[in-house]
Each structure stands twice: as C-alpha cells, then as structure tokens.
C-alpha cells in the first residue's frame, strides 16, 4: 500500500509538472504570437562622401502598415536605439505613405524612440524584418546582436526577413551548429545593378550581391527596381523598395 501511495504521489508530481510545462509554453507562446520585430539603421554618413544616409522610409513604412492591418503588434528597433536617421532623400520620390507616416504619432514616436537592438529578447517576436537604406551597409554586418537575434527567431521556427540592403543583416548570421544561414538558400537583395544606377557602388563598403553570394548563398537577381520577393522557407528576402510590401505580405501569409 505504501509503495502504491508513493507511485501515486511520483505520477501526480510528473502531471503537474507537464502541465506547468505546457502552460509557460502556452504562455510563452501567447507572448510573441503577435508580435513582429522591425530593425533600422543607425548609421548616417554615406562613407566619405560628407552626405547624409539613414533608412530607407518605404522598407519601414509599406511592411509596418501591412503587418498593423493584419493585426500584428510591431516594436521598432535599432543599433544603436534612440533617433533612428530617416534619410530624407526618400522624400522627393512620390509615395502614398508618406503623409501617413508624417501624421502617424504612434509610428514616429517609434522611430524618434526606438529600442537597442542589445535590449531585444528574440523570445517576444515570431519575425524579424530588416528594412534598408544605404546605411545597414556599414552598421548591420557582423553586429553580435542581429546575430542573436536572427539566429534565435529562425532556430524556434521563426521568420527571418530582409529588404534591399537590409540583407547585409544576413551576411554572417551564423546558426548554432555553427552554419550559415543564407548558405545554400535561394535569397536576394540589392543588386549591383541597382547600387551602380544608383552612383554607390564605389561608395558603399561592398556590394551586397557579391558578399551574399560569396557567403553561401544562391542569389536571386530580378529586374532592377521592380519587385522581386524569394521565399526559401523562413527566410523571406526582397530585392529593393519595390519589394517592401510583398515582402511583408509574404511573411503575414506564412505566419497565417
């Protein structure tokens, strides 16, 4: 009878501690089930040249108002927290978002107050989204903490997601078996078409086609500035600007 007691009082203990189990899981799961996590530049000098740079304000706004109307919170970082630099030359091109933006307190507070990347606990997001501009171009490669991060969401079967030169956030991302995790995967980004059209390509530190695929991986090349999204699995990357929205679309698809 005793032994039946004890055996009893051991199964009630392993119950309870599978249902303790299950609720912080559950919890844990509720925690970042609407979540999305979109990083900026910090970075504001365009290399030597005594100009300005920043994000890219289209690669924030189109992805934040696609992933509001599909009723995601969206917390916005940065490297370095604080003012994230806008660059203003995404001002003299026509876009239905920019007014919305420039009206949008809650959306500018969070670029006027964005977190530290070093404060994100990848735990909170089911993605990641990292915009561009031509400044995460010297600020997003090798950074410990997009590492972190990317290499955190992705291994818990989240998404990882990048536009333009935001995919310089993917150079070196590293996975625990010590992987990376663009090697071997269809991805794009920015093109040197683009970045030469553009009047960078001797400006910027690399170009970004030729590091990614100097990294692994196996790139994707559209048409230059026309929208070109490629979707290997959870890792969701666009091309340029263009590629803003359906980048987002394609990401709220997946966590549908």
Same mark, same amino acid.
């Given at each position: !009878?005793?032994?039946?007691?004890t055996?009893? !009082?051991?199964?009630?203990?392993?119950?309870?501690c599978?249902?303790?189990?299950?609720i912080?899981y559950?919890?844990?799961?509720?925690k970042r089930a609407?979540k999305i996590?979109?990083?900026?530049? /910090?970075?504001?000098?365009?290399?030597?040249?005594?100009k300005? *740079?920043g994000?890219?304000?289209?690669e924030?706004t189109?992805p934040?108002y696609?992933f509001?109307?599909?009723?995601?919170?969206?917390?916005v970082?940065?490297i370095?927290?604080?003012m994230a630099?806008?660059?203003?030359?995404?001002f003299?091109?026509e876009?239905e978002y920019? #007014?919305?933006f420039?009206?949008?307190?809650?959306? !500018?507070?969070?670029?006027?107050r /964005?977190?530290? &990347? @070093?404060?994100?606990?990848?735990?909170?997001?089911?993605?990641v989204?990292y915009?561009?501009? /031509?400044?995460? !171009?010297?600020d997003f490669p090798?950074n410990?903490?997009?590492n972190r &991060?990317?290499s955190? &969401?992705y291994?818990?079967?989240?998404?990882?997601? @990048?536009?333009?030169?935001?995919?310089?956030a993917?150079i070196?991302?590293?996975l625990?078996?010590g992987s990376?995790?663009?090697?071997?995967?269809?991805?794009?980004?920015?093109?040197n078409e683009?970045?030469t059209s553009?009047? *960078?390509?001797k400006?910027?530190?690399?170009l970004l086609q030729?590091k990614?695929?100097?990294?692994?991986?196996?790139?994707?090349e559209?048409?230059?500035? #026309?929208?070109?999204?490629?979707?290997?699995?959870r890792?969701i *990357?666009?091309?340029?600007?263009?590629?803003a929205?359906?980048?987002?679309e394609? &990401?709220?698809k997946?966590?549908n």
């Amino acid at each position: !009878m005793k032994k039946i007691t004890t055996l009893l !009082m051991l199964a009630s203990n392993i119950i309870a501690c599978l249902l303790l189990t299950n609720i912080t899981y559950a919890a844990d799961l509720a925690k970042r089930a609407d979540k999305i996590l979109i990083v900026l530049t /910090s970075h504001t000098e365009l290399g030597n040249t005594g100009k300005k *740079t920043g994000f890219w304000l289209p690669e924030l706004t189109h992805p934040y108002y696609e992933f509001i109307e599909a009723g995601y919170r969206v917390d916005v970082a940065s490297i370095e927290g604080g003012m994230a630099p806008l660059d203003s030359k995404a001002f003299e091109e026509e876009d239905e978002y920019h #007014q919305v933006f420039l009206n949008d307190a809650v959306l !500018m507070a969070k670029v006027m107050r /964005s977190i530290p &990347i @070093a404060k994100i606990d990848p735990a909170d997001y089911q993605a990641v989204l990292y915009s561009g501009g /031509s400044g995460p !171009m010297w600020d997003f490669p090798n950074n410990k903490d997009i590492n972190r &991060i990317s290499s955190a &969401i992705y291994e818990s079967k989240g998404i990882v997601s @990048a536009v333009c030169h935001g995919n310089a956030a993917l150079i070196n991302t590293t996975l625990s078996d010590g992987s990376l995790l663009i090697k071997g995967k269809r991805i794009t980004g920015f093109t040197n078409e683009e970045e030469t059209s553009l009047g *960078t390509a001797k400006i910027v530190p690399f170009l970004l086609q030729d590091k990614l695929i100097e990294r692994g991986g196996v790139f994707v090349e559209g048409s230059a500035w #026309q929208e070109n999204v490629v979707i290997e699995g959870r890792l969701i *990357t666009g091309q340029n600007p263009a590629s803003a929205k359906k980048v987002a679309e394609s &990401i709220i698809k997946q966590l549908n």
